[in-house]
């Protein structure tokens, strides 16, 4: 693995100096689409069912998702909030439907189901073998993710990966989310492992602000989730395609 520090374009990174490599979940583990674009549909419809209402407009405005594309834009809710927050969101949506609190909360508790975390987690790379990788460089293996606990525990498990990462940090473990630092200065002081000598992987513009704000020794985005090149490259040391690109050479 070989690095270019200071040059986003040149999709070439060197761990060599690094003992933590954090990752994102969502949009860099797997693919983030094909886990939230089906629920964003799927949360509309069964909300139209149950109020009768037309909702769909007005929920995917407040969720940041464009249903045209099937995409998520990357400083939207549905890229960087927890799902309790999603859910508040969606409660919001519906009072402004001229729905009563308790009705709104009513609607959206019989039609709130989350994506399944196994079956809807598709990897970006071959994620083993990455991890593999990365432990028999003597490099401890960390993910921060703005979903549960629950949901993320059973993802690394169902891709066989559970047992290749150190910690993990999640939405519900009672921390600042995204874009706060708390998530990688936590893993850090859990790993005895200064910040300087961690990277900070990621997809979505929070990722990397969270990094600089921990002050992480590289800032990798990859361009597999919701954020373009456009959106990451101010705030990332390098740009790379995937994590399979940390497979390479």
Same mark, same amino acid.
């Given at each position: 693995?070989?690095? #270019?520090?200071?040059?986003?374009?040149? @999709?070439?990174? *060197?761990?060599?100096?690094?003992?933590?490599?954090?990752?994102?979940?969502?949009?860099? &583990?797997? =693919?983030?689409?094909?886990?939230?674009?089906?629920?964003?549909?799927?949360? /509309?419809?069964?909300?139209?069912?149950?109020?009768?209402?037309?909702?769909?407009?007005?929920?995917?405005?407040? &969720?940041?998702?464009?249903?045209?594309?099937?995409?998520?834009?990357?400083? /939207?809710? %549905?890229?960087?909030?927890?799902?309790?927050?999603? !859910?508040?969101?969606?409660?919001e949506v519906l009072r402004a439907a001229?729905?009563?609190?308790?009705?709104? +909360?009513? #609607?959206?508790?019989? $039609?709130?189901? /989350?994506?399944?975390?196994?079956?809807?987690?598709?990897?970006?790379?071959?994620?083993? #073998?990455?991890?593999?990788? %990365?432990? +028999?460089?003597? !490099?401890?293996?960390?993910?921060?993710?703005?979903?549960?606990?629950?949901?993320? +525990?059973?993802?690394?498990?169902?891709?066989?990966? #559970?047992? %290749?990462?150190?910690?993990?940090?999640?939405?519900?473990?009672?921390?600042?989310?995204?874009?706060?630092?708390?998530?990688?200065?936590?893993?850090?002081?859990?790993?005895?492992?200064?910040?300087? *000598?961690?990277?900070?992987? @990621? =997809?979505?513009?929070?990722?990397?602000?969270?990094? *600089?704000?921990? @002050?992480?020794?590289?800032?990798? @985005?990859?361009? $597999?989730?919701?954020?373009?090149? *456009?959106?990451? +490259?101010?705030?990332?040391?390098?740009?790379?395609?995937?994590?399979? $690109? %940390?497979? =390479?050479?």
């Amino acid at each position: 693995m070989t690095l #270019a520090r200071g040059d986003p374009g040149s @999709g070439k990174i *060197r761990l060599d100096d690094l003992e933590l490599v954090i990752f994102d979940k969502d949009g860099t &583990l797997i =693919d983030f689409h094909a886990m939230w674009s089906g629920w964003a549909e799927d949360l /509309a419809r069964r909300l139209e069912s149950v109020t009768g209402e037309p909702i769909r407009g007005p929920l995917f405005r407040a &969720l940041g998702f464009d249903a045209a594309s099937g995409r998520t834009l990357a400083h /939207a809710p %549905l890229a960087v909030m927890p799902m309790a927050r999603l !859910r508040d969101l969606t409660v919001e949506v519906l009072r402004a439907a001229c729905r009563s609190g308790t009705a709104a +909360e009513d #609607a959206v508790r019989r $039609s709130w189901q /989350a994506p399944d975390p196994v079956a809807l987690a598709h990897p970006l790379a071959d994620l083993p #073998a990455l991890f593999t990788s %990365l432990r +028999e460089g003597r !490099r401890r293996i960390a993910v921060a993710t703005s979903d549960d606990r629950a949901p993320t +525990e059973a993802t690394l498990a169902g891709l066989g990966v #559970a047992g %290749l990462v150190d910690v993990v940090v999640c939405a519900d473990d009672g921390l600042p989310v995204k874009p706060a630092p708390d998530m990688v200065l936590h893993l850090c002081r859990t790993l005895g492992i200064p910040p300087s *000598r961690a990277a900070m992987i @990621g =997809d979505a513009p929070a990722d990397l602000v969270m990094g *600089r704000a921990a @002050g992480v020794g590289l800032r990798v @985005g990859v361009l $597999s989730g919701v954020g373009s090149r *456009r959106d990451l +490259e101010p705030l990332a040391d390098v740009i790379l395609p995937s994590v399979a $690109s %940390l497979l =390479d050479g």
